[in-house]
């Protein structure tokens, strides 16, 4: 493994470890719990009292609120695996595991009328699932940005010596 790709296994296992990936996958992990609960206990009784309108919102948003969840949960699996050494750093980087560039935040009619549970988890989960697009972003689009930078530029330095230039 080259010296690029020895620090960013580093990287990756010591994000893993710390008490960052800790928190956020207690975080993510318990609001998944959490929003699971609610939808299929109060929030199912809640949404029977709704306008016609607010069900169809209630439906639309609880849609993308549980899709925006799995991705978390899946990406926190992931990183959760590659700490525990149950999969590798190459599987890991595939593009299946990139957490998605974001749900479509087209509002619904109704959207006003929503319970405050469900909105409250709404924006918890958009904060979650941010702040996971961030740290998927950092640990490996731009890793794998700056590796190929760092490629070049070290071919560079080695042809640079081997013709003796500084």
Do not use: C
């Not at 207690?26 to 609610?38: F, I, K, Q």
């Not at 439906?59 to 992931?78: I, P």
């Amino acid at each position: 493994m080259s010296e690029t790709g020895t620090d960013f296994s580093t990287r990756l296992h010591d994000f893993a470890k710390s008490e960052l990936f800790n928190k956020t996958f207690r975080e993510g992990m318990d609001l998944v719990e959490e929003t699971a609960a609610y939808l299929d206990g109060p929030g199912r009784e809640e949404s029977r009292a709704l306008t016609r309108t607010a069900a169809l919102a209630y439906a639309g948003e609880s849609m993308r609120l549980t899709t925006s969840l799995m991705q978390v949960a899946s990406w926190l699996l992931v990183q959760r695996a590659l700490r525990d050494n149950d999969m590798s750093i190459e599987d890991a980087r595939a593009e299946k595991y990139r957490i998605g560039k974001g749900l479509v935040r087209k509002s619904f009619a109704g959207i006003e009328e929503l319970p405050e549970t469900l909105s409250s988890l709404i924006a918890r989960a958009t904060r979650v699932f941010e702040r996971i697009k961030r740290l998927d972003q950092q640990l490996y689009v731009e890793a794998e940005d700056n590796s190929g930078a760092n490629a070049v530029s070290e071919q560079m330095d080695r042809l640079n010596a081997a013709f003796g230039r500084p």
